[in-house]
Nanobody, 130 residues
Framework: VQLVPSGGGLAQPGGSLRLSCTAS????????IGWFRQVPGKEREGVSC????????YYADSVNGRFTISRDGAENTMYLQMSSLKPEDTAVYYC????????????????????????WGKGTLVTVAS
């Protein structure tokens, strides 16, 4: 069972990047999928998730309107299209599969949550700087 990420790197503020995560050993269609990110010294935070059976999509307030999550069942791959990038988007990004996902509020802002985590991919670094 693996989730192999790709697509991280350096982008300028206002630019775009697309992260991919290809699964092997299991089908992404059977799970909720999510993207999380972590900055050194801070807790990992949920960025976006896409439900398994209901197809619901959730975004954290910090990325809503700028990031788009999707999956390709035929390729068994999940994506995170990131646009209008900001320096504060700089982080290590992780893909994950879980039983379900949703959102909650922390400090007044909506954050994404994964429930029943099944598998994590290795992190990929995204740096937004001019």
């Amino acid at each position: 069972v693996q989730l192999v990420p790709s697509g991280g790197g350096l982008a300028q503020p206002g630019g775009s990047l697309r992260l991919s995560c290809t699964a092997s050993g299991f089908s992404l269609d059977d799970y909720a999928i999510g993207w999380f990110r972590q900055v050194p010294g801070k807790e990992r935070e949920g960025v976006s998730c896409l439900g398994a059976s209901d197809g619901m999509i959730y975004y954290a307030d910090s990325v809503n309107g700028r990031f788009t999550i999707s999956r390709d069942g035929a390729e068994n791959t999940m994506y995170l299209q990131m646009s209008s990038l900001k320096p504060e988007d700089t982080a290590v990004y992780y893909c994950a599969a879980s039983t379900s996902c949703g959102y909650t509020y922390y400090g007044g802002a909506r954050i994404v949550m994964g429930y029943g985590m099944y598998h994590w991919g290795k992190g990929t670094l995204v740096t937004v700087a001019s």
